[in-house]
């Protein structure tokens, strides 16, 4: 009986399909038959990237970084300067918001050239005043910041990385601390994006007043060229807002945590984040180089030229036509002045603040590993990278 119940369990065993046999990759060569079976890799299943779309294809991705930027960014991306979207933690330049841009450039061009054929007719006295030579002068100067379209597509990519960094900046300090970034900037981004879009707009306004016979449709591609001189500015303005604050919070969380120090890794977490955010600064000022750039050349010569007609005419007494000049000097530098003040404030909170920070520590009580991690860290801030610089 037991040599039947043998027999019958061989049978049920070589009855039963054999199963495929799995090698390592590198043994693969020496087990490989062809005619038998086939031999299954270590590896995982060959499936393209499902489980990498699924995560970028995440619609509702929290950062409270990202959304400081949403009302600035969403007007960029209305007026064409902005062709990139969101894919879960990353942003990409998209082809849809390409075309569109490239569109919606060459209406606008093709309406500039309208009015340059249609020639704006000035306000002009018999004297023919010094001033209205100026104000013809800039109304064709008004239109060549339309370059700001092209130099915003070409920097795109970078721009996209510069927000992935974000994101990705964000998940970090969350690992880190274990909390998350309040809204601190609170309605401030909402409030620039929409009264740098007013002040725009008044400002071409006014200026046009002076003209003869004057026409609603004239102003518009002004008005648009106008704007994305302001919303370049202001998007300037945030980013350096943003990283000021946040580094601020930063070095006040490592304040916190230098306190009840112990191992040497938590100074090494933090370190990692100033590197983090010193990069992320470092490639806002490549990210917006060449517009940037621009931009403030552009605006040197606007005050310069604004100024030198106000000037001439202080004998003679100003008139109507000089308040469009003195509202496009005040306007053009005091942007100046703001993009310059916050590239300095973002630079000087994330060098200067960690630094402060790391100069009250008392270093008795800890540990070796921790006080070398902190003598390091003391001289890393005085790196030039941590600096918001054009181009690097």
């Not at 994006?193 to 046009?208: E, Q, R, W």
Request: charged share 15%; net charge positive.
């Amino acid at each position: 009986m037991d040599e039947n119940q043998n027999i019958e369990v061989i049978e049920e065993v070589l009855s039963q399909p054999r199963k495929r046999s799995v090698y390592l990759e590198s043994a693969a060569p020496f087990y490989q038959n062809k005619d038998a079976n086939p031999i299954s890799k270590v590896a995982p299943a060959n499936v393209p990237n499902v489980p990498i779309r699924a995560f970028q294809e995440q619609k509702n991705v929290d950062s409270v970084l990202y959304e400081s930027l949403t009302p600035m960014l969403m007007l960029m991306k209305v007026i064409g300067i902005f062709p990139i979207t969101q894919r879960g933690p990353t942003f990409i330049v998209t082809p849809k918001l390409m075309i569109y841009s490239v569109v919606l450039f060459i209406l606008i061009c093709g309406y500039v050239g309208y009015i340059k054929w249609d020639k704006v007719e000035m306000v002009r006295s018999a004297e023919g005043r010094f001033e209205e030579a100026v104000i013809d002068y800039l109304f064709s100067i008004y239109l060549v910041p339309i370059v700001i379209n092209i130099l915003s597509w070409y920097e795109a990519r970078k721009h996209a990385r510069v927000l992935t960094s974000i994101m990705a900046f964000e998940k970090v300090y969350f690992k880190v601390t274990k909390k998350r970034f309040k809204r601190f900037l609170r309605n401030k981004p909402l409030i620039v994006t929409i009264g740098l879009l007013i002040l725009a707009t008044a400002n071409m306004t006014v200026t046009h007043v002076t003209m003869v016979h004057f026409k609603l449709l004239q102003i518009i591609p002004f008005c648009y060229i106008n704007i994305i001189t302001y919303i370049l500015g202001g998007i300037w303005y945030l980013y350096c807002n943003l990283i000021g604050e946040t580094a601020t919070i930063i070095a006040t969380d490592f304040a916190l945590a230098l306190r009840n120090i112990g191992p040497a890794s938590q100074v090494a977490n933090y370190r990692s984040l100033w590197m983090m955010l010193s990069k992320i600064t470092r490639d806002v000022g490549n990210a917006f180089g060449c517009a940037m750039t621009f931009l403030c050349l552009y605006l040197f010569l606007i005050i310069t030229l604004t100024i030198y007609g106000l000037l001439s005419q202080i004998q003679e007494g100003f008139g109507i036509k000089d308040i469009g000049l003195a509202i496009t000097a005040l306007f053009a530098g005091a942007m100046l002045f703001f993009i310059s003040n916050e590239a300095h404030y973002a630079s000087n909170c994330v060098r200067v603040q960690f630094q402060k920070k790391l100069l009250l520590v008392e270093l008795t009580w800890m540990t070796e590993d921790a006080q070398q991690e902190v003598i390091s860290y003391c001289t890393v801030p005085r790196s030039p990278v941590a600096k918001a610089r054009l181009l690097g």
